[in-house]
């Protein structure tokens, strides 16, 4: 890389012309940095890394759907100022969830000195939050616990920037909600026992709650993946939960809700979740559990939306991320939040590496470098959600709205029986309901919930 590097420098020398590649067949609604250097003849790895097989893989293996598919195309176009985009193989770079392969996995990739990478989980986030500090390698991810991103004080932001806002500020959020459009609300807490699981459950985040007239139940319960969790949703109900909150995703949600369903609660228990609650995955998953209306048990749960879903195609990006999956052929179990984030990171990442180029020269294009552009960064990935991190002030992302899980229902809108019965379309594993994502709320500021931060 360096010797390609230096040619670079020499050509420049030679006063050889800059073509505008990355912007010349671009659609008009990608308003990109412009070029200042050229890269032709580069290449610039999108490393990423995480669980591809394991408890998540129901909702990752489709981000790598989403950054073949973006790579290419904007490799058509120009790529990053000429230079193309690779991506490692997806084989060398799961870890199965598993910590100790995260740490085999990162070693490995550290050493080819990488300026930009991609993590999953929270759980990732904080095993190698100094490990990325010592290697100055800056991280792009969807995910956001507080020691991830702030350290164990709650107040050093790190080398992680994530692109969903903190976990327990959706938590906060949901109650803000939940205090304003549900009777007597009293959340019972029921997630996984990782990093990820437990973000959300603080004591700020229950004091914030209690301030929007939510109780929060003192005693959360936490289970394994598959685990029988009758015995844990009973105990929240019987302690007065009507509302059942989980921070996990996949087999998660749909685990608690088949659960509620098959106790006889379903007419009690309002179900709610963070982000990854209310994904595709969720919605296919939890096919497997009809409940008392004739539609699937999940079908109603509310949560997190902090950027725009695959059915809001009056907005340009969402119309042609649409196109780029129906020219990939993509079966809907794929059009998930993960293929989403990866298309807007393969956008992100060459918007940040063309500033990055632009300031720093072509041979400047360090982990610090990157650093420094993500922290000054304001962009929106094909104008989905917003990248702002306020100079570098904070780490997570900051705006939010409510959402609600429904099914796609023979009018456009959501199901219904027996006025609007759901679509029902034809796959490889056989049919099934089209999973939809309806707002409730529009974009706004989440509360900082972090141990430093004001409510």
């Known amino acids: ?47 990423h890394m995480g669980d591809l097989s394991g408890p998540y893989a129901p909702i990752t293996q489709p981000l790598l759907a989403g950054f073949a598919d973006a790579a290419a195309y904007f490799n058509a176009r120009g790529g990053i100022c000429g230079a193309e985009i690779t991506l490692p193989d997806a084989t060398t770079i799961d870890t199965g969830g598993d910590q100790e392969a995260t740490a085999v996995i990162y070693e490995r990739v550290s050493a080819e000195n990488p300026s930009f990478l991609v993590l999953y989980s929270s759980d990732d986030s904080e095993l190698l939050r100094e490990s990325l500090a010592e290697d100055e ?42 205090g304003a459009n549900i009777e007597n609300p009293v959340v019972g807490y029921i997630s996984w026992p990782n990093a990820f699981g437990r973000a959300a459950f603080t004591p700020e985040a229950i004091a914030h709650c209690a301030e929007q007239g939510v109780t929060v139940l003192e005693a959360p319960e936490y289970f394994a993946p598959g685990s029988d969790i009758s015995g844990q949703v009973q105990n929240l109900v019987d302690a007065g939960a009507n509302i059942l909150y989980t921070n996990s ?19 009690q228990v309002q179900l709610a979740g963070v982000n990854w609650a209310l994904d595709t995955s969720v919605g296919f998953l939890g096919q497997t559990t009809i409940g008392a209306s004739g539609l699937p048990a999940v079908d109603g749960l509310i949560g997190s939306m902090p950027f725009l879903w695959w059915t809001e195609s009056d907005n340009p990006g969402v119309a042609w991320m ?5 020219d990939n052929s993509r079966p809907p179990l794929v059009r998930n939040i993960a ?18 180029a632009n300031r720093e020269g072509a041979d400047g294009i360090t982990g610090a470098a990157v650093k420094q552009t993500i922290e000054e960064l304001v962009y929106s990935p094909l104008g989905m959600y917003l990248i702002d991190f306020r100079g570098g002030e904070i780490r997570d ?10 099914y796609l229902g023979q009018d456009g809108g959501p199901a219904s029986l027996p006025d609007n019965p759901p679509v029902v379309v034809e796959t490889e594993s056989g049919p099934v309901l089209v999973p939809i994502v309806v707002p409730l709320t529009d974009f706004e500021e989440t509360p900082d919930l972090r141990p430093t931060g004001d409510s």
Do not use: H
Request: hydrophobic share 45%; glycine share 8%; charged share 20%.
């Open 1 to 47: 890389m360096r010797k390609l590097l230096l040619l670079l420098v020499a050509a420049l020398a030679l006063s050889l012309t800059i073509p505008a590649l990355a912007q010349e067949e671009l659609p008009d609604f990608i308003e990109r940095t412009e070029c200042e250097v050229d890269l032709s003849g580069q290449s610039f790895m999108l490393w």
């Open 137 to 178: 390698i800056p991280v792009l991810l969807s995910a956001g616990s507080v020691p991830g991103l702030y350290g164990e004080d709650a107040n050093t932001p790190g080398w992680t920037f994530a692109t969903n806002p903190l976990y327990v500020d959706q938590f906060g959020d949901f109650c803000k909600y939940a």
């Open 249 to 267: 995703l996949g087999t998660g949600p749909a685990e608690v809700a088949a659960t509620v369903n098959n106790l006889g609660l379903g007419e």
């Open 322 to 326: 649409n196109e780029l999956a129906d």
């Open 339 to 356: 293929y989403l984030l990866g298309v807007t990171s393969v956008d992100a990442f060459i918007e940040i590496m063309v500033r990055t």
């Open 397 to 406: 992302a900051y705006e939010n709205r409510m959402a609600e899980l429904r």
